[in-house]
């Protein structure tokens, strides 16, 4: 069974992950697969390993956070943490152990407000949820490489004519969001049209992205809105782009 984003992140695409992959190219054109903005990785835990995997964030905090989760020895956790306030003091306690760091880390990705990862924890999801997954989850991390690099670097060190990357990249003004500067996406389009791999590229549908990248494949889709979180209160347009064109024309 495909195992849920372990870290939550603004932005998602748990909902939408079958979709996306419908667009994925033949799995039997490639053997190496490249995430260059993993972020919570919705795709990545959804599908099927492929020969050599690569999943990288340029923030140090989230790589961390799953070098820690394929790496950590014990199963030693809490399973009492069931309440937002109980949840609250844990995180702003003394954290003594990998698996303490693990778990707050968790808590904080996941049961803040929009999944933002900061601010007050109201969420009362219980983070044993998923601990009591880990072997699980460390099985699909095993043979992962996890990079903490520039998305340009990424590109350059894996590409080939047998890799293929899925991008997901800040959207359009989120910065506020993600806390980022403002994304070049003209810088993108630079590095992707040189790459001899495969890529699919998935972003907020405006004139702006469209004029940028102009000349490759378009899917256009709508998202329905979801609850209340930043990214989710209202319906959003949102493009697949690829240079290999897809099964949905």
Not at 112 to 118: D, E, L, S
Not at 180 to 189: N, S, V
Not at 191 to 199: A, D, E, F, I
Request: proline share 6%; aromatic share 12%; glycine share 8%.
């Amino acid at each position: 069974m495909p195992l849920r984003p372990f870290f939550c992140r603004v932005g998602t695409k748990r909902d939408i992950a079958s979709f996306v992959m419908d667009y994925f190219p033949d799995p039997d054109t490639y053997d190496t697969y490249v995430e260059p903005f993993i972020g919570g990785g919705a795709i990545f835990w959804k599908k099927t390993p492929t020969e050599t995997e690569v999943i990288n964030d340029l923030d140090k905090d989230l790589i961390a956070g799953y070098r820690r989760l394929r790496d950590i020895k014990t199963r030693d956790f809490r399973t009492d943490l069931n309440t937002a306030p109980k949840l609250q003091r844990f995180v702003d306690g003394p954290l003594r152990s990998d698996m303490d760091r693990l778990t707050a880390q968790l808590v904080t990705a996941c049961n803040t407000f929009g999944t933002k990862g900061v601010g007050k924890i109201y969420l009362p999801s219980n983070p044993a949820t998923k601990l009591r997954k880990l072997d699980e989850y460390q099985e699909r991390l095993r043979g992962v490489k996890i990079e903490n690099q520039s998305y340009e670097k990424i590109i350059a060190k894996y590409d080939g004519p047998k890799t293929f990357f899925y991008l997901d990249p800040p959207y359009e003004d989120s910065e506020s969001l993600y806390k980022h500067a403002a994304f070049d996406y003209e810088a993108l389009r630079t590095v992707l049209s040189k790459t001899k791999g495969r890529w699919l590229l998935s972003i907020n549908d405006s004139p702006n992205i469209r004029r940028i990248f102009k000349g490759f494949f378009f899917k256009s889709f709508t998202v329905k809105a979801k609850g209340n979180t930043a990214i989710g209160a209202a319906a959003r347009k949102e493009l697949l782009i690829s240079n290999y064109g897809s099964r949905g024309g």
